[in-house]
Each structure stands twice: as C-alpha cells, then as structure tokens.
C-alpha cells in the first residue's frame, strides 16, 4: 500500500494542526484571534521546552526558546482540548487557526518529543539535563546546539503526591519563532461569531472558510461544502 494511501485513511492522524488562543491581561481569545487575522502571523512570545525551568530559575528570556505552539488532534475533536482538565494550568477558548500539516512543515512546525520522567524512568531526560547546565554555565546557551533542540522537548510522568504531567495525548507541534500564516487555512470560532468574523475578513480581503470547533465532523464536512444549518439539520 502507498503510505500517502494508508496516511489518508488513518482517522486517528489528523491532515491539520490548530494553534487555539486563551484569555490574557489584555486581551480575550477572541482579540487575539483578531490580532493574529489582522498581522498576517502568530507570535512567539512564551518559552516553552525543556530549557525552560532551568532558565527561569536564572531570569534568562531567550528568543531561541519562544514558540508559537499547535496540536494535531483531529478537527472533530477539538472541542475536547476547550474542558476544564485536571492538572492543566492553561484554559483554551473556541477561538484559533487550523493548517494542513504539510503547510505547517514547510514553515518549520515540528513535533514535540515527549521524554518519560517517571520516577525509574528518567534515563532520557538526564543527559538532556546535562547538555542544557552546560549550556547555561558556558554564558553562550542561544549559540549551543541544544538551544535549538530543547524547544521540542517535553516531559511526560507522574510520580505520587508530588507532579502529574501526562500532556502526551495533546500531541503537540511547534514553531520555534513567529508564525506566518499561509495562503490558504481555516478560521475556528463559534458560530455565533461567524457573521462578525466574516465581515472582518471581508476587510482584510481575506476570503477562508470558518468552523465552529464543537462541530462534529459531519457537520464540518456540510459546512466546509457550503450547506448552511438551516439545509442540514433536521431537528
């Protein structure tokens, strides 16, 4: 079987990722949402990765750490990553983009790779840790080869009473840096915005589709194919 055959037939592997936004001190995820359409980009303006802690600990901010984050889960699912989730320090609006994976790719978007740090598990992560205190200590960490790799790197693991970090299943890809939109990707907001969004668009001569990211996938597909809700639904 071609790959791209079996690829197109695995469910569980989705064709997009979704970068959603969350509430901030100054802005709403709608806002946000805005103000990514209104650049033409989304930035980097957190660390994220494996340097992370070790870096605040110092006070360092590097460039080189900041990501603009995305998750493959598939579009009909979506609506499971806005819940309330035990352990998760952020909460994520129905407001964001989606973009093929190939699209992604060619703008440098990569997987995060996920290191096991439960306890008896940890095998991975030490020598990781070695290379970033290295970094750290030679005064030259954003010209180190493991600033460029730490970006991709997440823990995963559970040790009793003390941590819980099981993030896995978010599947998460990054890009180290700002992102720039492509021509052509999809807005997610609810549908009761979608009058607004789509004259705010229209300004921007902007002209892509929008989805509510609660929609089951039937109702994506019906959508995506330009039946409006009163032609589809039935109760």
Known sequence: MDIRELVRRRCDLSTFVVHLTRDGKSQTARERLKSILNCGRIKAKSMFGHAKNSLEEKNFQYDSQKCVCFTETPLEYTYLLLEKIDHRKVEFEPYGIAVTKRLAREEGVNPVWYLDITPGHDWLTKPVNELIDRAIESGNFEDTPIAKLAPFIEQMGTKENEYRKEFWWEREWRKQGHFKLPDHFIVLCPEDDHKDFKKFLCKKDLSVPLLDPTWGLEQII??????????????
């Open 222 to 235: 019906a959508r995506l194919a330009g039946f409006e809700a009163n032609t589809i639904e039935m109760l």
